[in-house]
């Protein structure tokens, strides 16, 4: 059975860190890229990033472009979101979640965790 | 970047009849459209990946179609557990993977 499980979010203040894990299991984690999603309470999905399956590619939504760090480690069956210079809007549920056949580009996610919320306020 | 526009952004339908929900993109994604559906309290769900292809384990009940810009999903019998919010999602052209902003379908 594949599971999803993300932690690490909380309550950060504006400009600070927060570090996202996933822990990944039921399949063959580096055969996968893998993403990061972000919901808004209440609202709609905003796709946030991407690593491919060895996590030598990875892409970013403009928004979190140069604040915010994809990463994977494949030994620890484990995804990963460095999260700097947080601001107001980034407060959100994020989920990590599957690519269904991608390496190295985007499809339809299968899977998804059940989400970690961070809350981004002073 | 490409923009998915869902509509209505509420429908309202009574148990056993179908809905119609849509999603239309700013430029052509091919049939790199996929569908989910979310109840609250819950991750979304795969319903419907390149276009028309349901996932595994999603009663035939719901069906997809369309390419380019239009795209439709159809359920055609509704049940209780069919209420919930559905997103597109296109990935054609990516980044960014863009979503739709959700169709709310409602008990009538």
Known sequence: EVQLVESGGGVVQPGGSLRLSCAASGFTFDDYAMHWVRQVPGKGLEWVSLISGDGGSTYYVDSVKGRFTISRDNSKNSLYLQMNSLRTEDTALYYCAKDTVGYTYASEFDYWGQGTLVTVSS | ?108
């Open chain 2, 1 to 108: 970047e490409i923009v998915m526009t869902q509509s209505p952004a509420t429908l309202s339908v009574s148990p056993g009849e179908r809905a119609t929900l849509s999603c239309r993109a700013t430029q052509s994604v091919s049939s790199k459209l996929a569908w989910y559906q979310q109840k609250p309290g819950q991750a979304p769900r795969l319903l419907i990946y390149d276009a028309s292809t349901r996932a595994a384990g999603i009663p035939a009940r719901f069906s997809g179609s369309g390419s380019g810009t239009e795209f439709t999903l159809t359920i055609s019998s509704l049940q209780s557990e069919d209420f919930a919010v559905y997103y597109c999602q296109q990935y054609n052209n990516w980044p960014p993977v863009t979503f739709g902003q959700g169709t709310k379908l409602e008990i009538k």
